[in-house]
């Protein structure tokens, strides 16, 4: 197979597997699996063939090269939609450590293998990248990670709701605001789906769980 036909391929399957995991995530933990090797693949085989693949338009030899930022784009903004839907984390600071440990060595051999961004003119748009891949794939990454693989104990707790609200922008969220429970002190909140949106009511208790993390970073759910 030519470069061309495998890049198409990789886009191909990375925005299919992109729309199973956000629209459609039965099988979940397999369809995390392929979300996360898929931009992988694709940034090894860019790697693979040094130059003759990119992210941006770019031509070789006077001739377009073929792209596979689909294939590493679509299944990272999966990653991270499902795992802000999903989970509820505790301390943001080490879930962003986690995110540069994972994303950086990948952004490192990505921009190798493209051979892009490494001119002074595209510099600007690498780092729009870096940022983007960084806060897409690897906080997706490690978000889902740190659940999907927590073997730990749940630890119990019930608080009040004191609020409902729907949020309306390019898509609708159904939030609930709920008392301080466990170590957290104030007022908290948790998007959920319309389906408990709709059962649930003010006043109304509602038990969460506590779990330690694959990652050590806590995160909650509700029972």
Do not use: C
């Not at 906080?139 to 309306?168: H, R, V």
């Amino acid at each position: 197979m030519t470069i061309k036909k495998i890049s198409n391929g990789l886009n191909w399957i990375g925005g299919l597997s992109a729309i199973w995991l956000f629209a459609y995530p039965k099988f979940y933990s397999i369809s995390v699996l392929i979300n996360i090797l898929i931009p992988i693949i694709g940034i090894l085989f860019a790697l693979k063939h040094q130059g003759k693949v990119g992210i941006d338009y770019r031509k070789w030899d006077n001739t377009p090269i073929p792209k596979i930022d689909s294939a590493i784009l679509f299944p990272s903004f999966a990653l991270i939609l499902r795992a802000l839907m999903d989970f509820k984390i505790i301390g943001f600071k080490n879930i962003f450590i986690y995110a540069l440990i994972i994303s950086i060595p990948l952004i490192i051999i990505l921009f190798y293998g493209t051979k892009e961004y490494l001119i002074v003119k595209k510099i600007f748009t690498g780092i729009v990248w870096a940022i983007l891949f960084t806060f897409t794939f690897g906080f997706g990454t490690a978000i889902l990670t740190n659940a999907l693989l927590d073997k730990s104990k749940p630890e119990f707790y019930k608080a009040k709701i004191i609020n409902k609200e729907i949020e309306k922008g390019k898509t609708t969220a159904y939030r609930i605001d709920f008392e301080p429970w466990g170590p957290i002190l104030e007022n908290d909140l948790m998007r959920v789906s319309k389906k408990e949106f709709d059962k649930l009511k003010v006043n109304d208790s509602i038990e969460l769980e506590l779990r330690k993390g694959f990652l050590k970073i806590q995160w909650i759910t509700k029972k």
